[in-house]
């Protein structure tokens, strides 16, 4: 199976995506050609469109054909969604069987991240080092392109932390701050340079 993100199943309210300026249309939101189905049971990121793997749940989701409409905030792609394991090779072997090849890996000062491409975002996996490594794999956060980051940093004021360089040269990054009020974890990144 080759995997290609389609969308993801993610647990807060649209009204909610709709007030950090996200086109809400039908309970969904559409970024860069991955729609996120708002409103699931649960915290944060729920499911993917890819299949089960290590605990990462799959949900069947069909396709739509309609354009993505614009968002108020910039947001023009996905790029990245996090997953964090306690069992890094256990997690990275189910993902490499599932054919999602490692692209990089990055020894980050006490534990590795590992970077694989999922169509139109990159799945970064990230190594819990302090968690019973018999625990699954979850999922743990997205990170937003927006075209204009410090027009997004006025429009959301306190709701969103201190814009910061990047881990990627030549990018710039800011955290969604939980007195926004969504229960995943969101951050918000430039494009990458032309």
């Known amino acids: 199976m080759s995997g290609s993100l389609s969308a993801l199943r993610i647990a807060d309210p649209p009204e909610r995506w709709a007030r950090l300026g996200f086109t809400v249309r039908d309970g969904k939101v559409v ?3 991955v729609t996120l189905a708002l409103g699931a049971g649960g915290t944060g990121i729920t499911g993917w469109s890819l299949p089960e793997i290590d605990g990462l749940r799959s949900f069947a989701f069909a396709a739509s054909a309609q354009p993505a409409d ?10 990245h969604v ?3 394991t306690p069992d890094f090779d256990r997690t990275s072997s189910a993902l490499a069987a599932a054919d999602l090849p490692l692209k990089r890996l990055r020894d980050a000062g006490g534990f590795r991240q590992g970077f694989r491409r999922v169509g139109p975002a990159i799945l970064e ?8 490594p018999g625990g699954p794999a979850r999922f743990w956060g997205l990170v937003v392109i927006v075209a204009d980051l410090d ?3 006025a429009r959301l004021g306190e709701h ?35």
């Open 31 to 33: 970024i860069g050609g």
């Open 151 to 153: 027009a997004l940093a």
């Open 160 to 194: 969103l932390g201190r814009v910061h360089a990047a881990v990627q040269r030549g990018r710039r990054i800011a955290t969604l701050r939980a007195g926004a009020g969504l229960s995943t974890k969101l951050a918000f990144m430039d494009p990458e340079p032309s």
């Open 125 to 132: 996996l990230v190594e819990a080092v302090d968690e019973d």
């Open 70 to 79: 614009p968002h108020p905030n910039g947001a023009s792609g996905l790029d």
């Open 82 to 84: 996090v997953v964090v």
